[in-house]
């Protein structure tokens, strides 16, 4: 039997099929707010700090708060959803459920994009941040040491990799809150270090030193503070009770990094150099350390370990991120469908290892030393995340008045939640764009979302599997899991 929507159709395919594409966990709230953390944390150890030089310490705080709003919305939303639509594939399960397969197809791509590129751009700066304490080590090896030990976690099993997930979240964390509480009572902190950025010609007020245009410019690194926390609706077939669970997950990791953005932001732009230093800075927490123990090998040593902690972390809560969508829309039939098959543990091994190597490659290409690259895959990544942000807000907005939708948890935000979430995200997208030196990325997206629109309509759109967890959903179909 053969279905059909829109420009898509769809095949049925024998029971067999979705039995060998099946993954299997049972995680608590506490391991998903630890791969929930974890996948953010490195943004709390570097990158953010180029932030401050865009737009000083005021300009940057007013970019953060506008960005933990519209991920405050965008949890709470993707909580809901992901509570009525509990499938692997997250934000591409909400907006193919709302707005057809086509865009379900879109958003799917703009995630896979997000995560496969940022992890490509951490494993790079694990090997930068590595050479201190190996300075003869060829970065290469460290790239495929990274890229293999992960991948054996992930594939290994589930339960083995959010546990691994949690300890590491732990860890990067304590490193953290060291790092606070030293600064604050060696008295290496200084409140007035935070505005030490001087105004550009043609700016009379320091507390914005680049204008209201520098606000824009500090978008993308005030995202860094919290792009990934969206990832955990990817384990809905792997979470025990998601109605429970997983708002509570996503919540609870959702206020840790805002709490930990807040330290971070104000007491690392008040050692040292101050803002003007740590704006310029490739490890920002280098800069607090030394000023306690001292330009040497013991700053350095304990600056590497600190952020290979907040790396690690990142990495492998991304990996398992991209994992899960490439293996739910290769399942669904958008990619090709061998992708999807899971292995004797259950876990998505073809997909991990498809975008272990298109990482690989971009790290690669980054290092030959191909101009702007690492800078466009950055850019990418935020502006695929931004994409996908719009497209989940409006999937919620059409989806919140379905009667035939069960909603197990509300958000409180509601509608209303997710026009603000909608807007600064749309928002955030324009300032963005508004930026000539990020255009590169506008461009990579485009043509990357091009090229899968064409591959979709070509290649995809009358091979679908009807009977994927979240096109049978969509279709109204039932027994899929035969």
Known sequence: MQHSQGIATYETVNNGYIRRRQLQGNAGSLLLWGLGVGAVISGDFYGWNYGLAAGGFWGFSIAAVLMAIMYLCLVYSSAELSAALPHAGGFYSFTRYALGPFWGFICGVTVTIEYVLANAA????????????????PSFFIWV???????AINIRGFELSVTVCLWLTIIAMTVLAIFYVSMLVSGEFNFDLLFNIPAEPGQSETWLPNGWFGVFGAIPFAIWLYLAIEQLPMTAEETDDVPRNMPAGMISGMVTLIILSIFTVVINSGVGGGAVAIGQSDAPLQDGLEAYFGAGATSTIVTALALICGLIASLHGNMFAYGRIIFSLSRAGY?????????????????????????????????????????VILNMAVFGALISYILVMVSYMKLKGNPYLPKPYESPLGTAGAFVGLALATFALVACISIPDYRGGVWGIGIALIVASVYFLVFRSNRLVAQAPEEATALGLTGYQD
Do not use: E, M
């Not at 951490?122 to 080590?137: C, E, G």
């Not at 040491?145 to 991948?151: D, K, R, T, W």
């Open 145 to 151: 040491f990274a890229y293999a030990v992960f991948l």
């Open 335 to 375: 990619f090709p469908r061998w992708l999807s098959v899971t292995s004797k543990n259950h876990t998505p091994h073809r997909a991990l290892i498809a975008g272990a190597t298109i990482g690989f490659i971009c790290v690669l290409l980054v290092s030959i030393g191909i101009q702007a690259v690492d800078a």
């Open 122 to 137: 951490l494993v790079f700066s694990l090997s930068n941040y590595l050479k201190p304490l190996f300075p003869n080590l």
